[in-house]
């Protein structure tokens, strides 16, 4: 009988892996379980007679972009505000990650783990959220791509506020398109990616504002130096080639005429060590976040590069990447003599009942680049602008900026970048645009719908 | 009545109250009627005592049912080289002291006449094994061991009694307000509910004059969650529930009168055992298949799923008398009987079934055994008859690809996972009402799914503290293995307690994604005729077990 006794401790065993097994769902419930219960076809948030509703989002002038009547997410009532700012609210079915109401349905639906989305009064718990963007900005972004893929963002590199963040193709969340995940042509390829923030592009010749930090930093005499840009030069056997053959250059001018044969001998007398650090103190191959919301990373890697690789990742090419929210990240530091204010995007959140929270503010971030080395690099952007691109594209603002044309391959036109800012003090802006596939040059592509950014969004601020 | 005149507001409130009472008086009750069974339970005291005839030193015997031997495992040593490892066996029965020789070399004696089977011993009769001879002797003949103390009584039950029908009363409450407007429908089976109760404990008491009603009060207090869960879901399911309750605890007294003589069980194992294989046979022929499985056989208006009532004939099958252990060490036909009913639950396609036979199996195994190496072998070819069948049966390893990727599968695979997880958290710590749930729309949500329902509608505190029940009632089980009458109820109580608690895990933890889903019942709870009837059975294998189940009995005499 003792010995029964002593055998019957297996039940132990069972035990243990039922506390185990409790654990283990205890501890996602109550790590997860926000996301958890905001699903959805959760019948609470989107079915008839249900206990908690969805607050709503709005834009910086108040204008109504998403909220839930009647058990149902109803977004703007204009079409083309809704397709704008899809990639920033999201979707109802949560299939863009990167959206507001993705990453904030806990506070929207005022799901918490006591009462979960239950409200003993009835009442929605569920917060408004006000964004800093503005609804019209965005709507004037997806205009001027017409179509065209490709994304553009505007921040306020002074206050941090995101005035603008479009990324195309998009949808219209209020009536998704029935072929949108069963489309073969392409024409919705990445319409669930925010480009801004999730994506990373060939940067082609943005990248030599790196190349000339890099440059700044490590050429001491770089100013009195002159490049012969006689159409290509040759590293180790590889040809690497310009537009034109445009002779004897300056730096100034060598940026300003966007010659790959001068910044790919820039580099590669920097030498790889230096650029890579040059890179990631720039914030390439990190991380950034928008009100938490993670980016993709921009990526810059020569560490096993050969001396004409190395050339060609100082023109942007190899295998570099930029993320756009980097990129405007980066540029908000250039301005801002180094080290930027982080953006965001929510501006508060309301709860139904009780004070705002949430409230955004200026942050700064870390350092992208020594305030000596961004007081060169804006005076050089400067002059691409007045002497290359024409201050016609910007009347008034000041702009300092550089463009990129990234070859891709693979029998598609390249992607078409500008990123800048503009350096008067009233207008603290600082942009990023980009166009892939664009059979028109960087300025007539990207250039065009920066300009019509800026000037409208000097109108706002 | 139209509740538009009352504040909505207010009632909403007081439901919440409702639903947060509610957990705290289970918790109560719960833990009131386990503190009342470690109160009930008889110490480990000397029943009689063997003296030493040659020393006179004094053996105590602790158990209804004692190996004697020279194995360090027996329960009274003989220090004998003479003396078989395991030699008899001293067992306590209604009529009084056996002993029964289990295949010694040298053979037992009592007054000096060889024992054939069994033999009676009583008080003063010398019991020759081997050279040792002990005398069995009364405990208050033996002037060093103080006399004992008189048996605690455990808590008067009817108070906890009262405590379930309070619950019920709120669930009740909430049912009835859940629609917005009163309406009295789910009283009615609740109500019933509460007369089977109450019937069962008069007779229980009353008439039987039994002691004890804890695990009963338990039960009731599960099935009356499960019926009010039910009753928000389905009202029409509520009445078969309802049957399936009283055919169970009608079951249950059956089986508490079945196992209260040893050797009926013992004469009617095999009979039991071959009934179980006809009946497997019967499903696979008569069988349709119902959603992937092919376990329910239907009887005219009722349909019955066979392998809930083959659980009990399985460890009817299993347990065994100590003497029977000692005697008969091989497990060789209980091995063949559990290869064939897990191989029958594979045609059928109730994998979840046959885990919990093969669970089951393993407990009683080792139990009676107490060999590793046995159940190590019985694991490895399980695993490999496993991979055999993910081989063979591609269909089969699908379950397990969602498993821990049920996120991915929202619309399909995963559908039922997520939902409960989505739900259960949208519950929060008290629920969002009886009847206001979303669960209930998604397929097999108060069977499969009933912890999911419990935690949306009734909270993650209450659904927390219905499973925390069940592993309890396994611990109890455990707990009590040496004070049975017989290792016959130890073994099959921490059998029955080990399924129901291992039943209860795949259904909660499949569902919640923790485990691979297999569709099983919440013991109790879930909706479910046959399974009903048969948690009740099992429960009576854990009453059995408690002592005090069949000591009224005595007292009447």
Redesign the interface.
Known sequence: ?????T??????I??L???T??G???Y??VTE??S??V?P????LY?SGT?AAEGRVLDRNDTVLAQTKDGKRVYNSDPATRRAMLHAVGDTRGYLSAGVQYNYRSELTG????????S???KTNGSDIRLTLDSSLCRLAREKLNGRHGAAAVYNYKTGELLCMVSTPDFDPQNPPKDLDTDKTGKYSGAYLNKILSSSFTPGSIFKVVTSAAAIENIPDLDSRTWNCNGSVTVNGNKITDMYAYGRLSFKNALAKSSNVAFAQIAIEVGADKMQAEANQMGFNRTFLLDGIPSGKSVYSVKSAKPNELGWSGVGQYTDLANPYHMLVLMGAVANGGTPVTPYMIKSVTPSIGVPSEQGSAKTGSQLVRPDTASRLKDYMRYNVSHEYGDSLFPGLAVCAKTGTAEVGGGKNPTCWMVGFSSNDSTPLAFVTLVEDSSTGSVASAGRIASALMTAAAKIS | MDLSSLSSDFISVLLFAFRIAVPILCAVVACRCFTSMRLGKRREEPVVVLEDMATHKVIPVLYWENSLGRSRSCDVVLQDPTASRAHAVLMRRESGWLITDTNSKAGTFVNGKKVKEKAPVLPGDVIAMGSTALMLKRTSEVAALPPQPPTRRAAPPSGLMATVMLTQILLGLQLCLASGKISAAPLVPLGILMLVEWALYLYSIKILHHVSFELETIAFLLCGIGLAMQAGTNLKNTYTQLAAIVIGVLFFRFMIWFLGDMDRVMRWRVKIGILAVLLFAANLLLARERNGARNWIVLGPVTVQPSEFIKIAFIIVGTSTLDRLQTYKNLTGFIGFSAICMGALFFMRDFGSACIFFVTFLIIAFMRSGSVRTISLACAVAGFGAFLILKIKPYVAQRFDVWRHVWEHPGDAGYQQVRVLSYAASGGLFGVGLGKGCLKSVFASTSDLAFGMLCEEMGLVLAVTVILILAFLALYARSDATRSRSTLYSISACAAGGLLLFQACLNVFGATDVLPMTGVTLPFVSLGGSSMVAVWGLLAFIKASDERTYAARRRRR
């Open positions: 009988m003792r010995t029964t006794g055998r019957s401790l297996i039940l132990f069972l035990v892996g039922f506390f097994g409790l283990v769902f205890l996602g419930l379980g926000g958890w219960a699903q076809f959760n019948g609470h079915g206990s799901y918490n783990f006591i009462t979960g989305l239950f003993p009064t009835g």
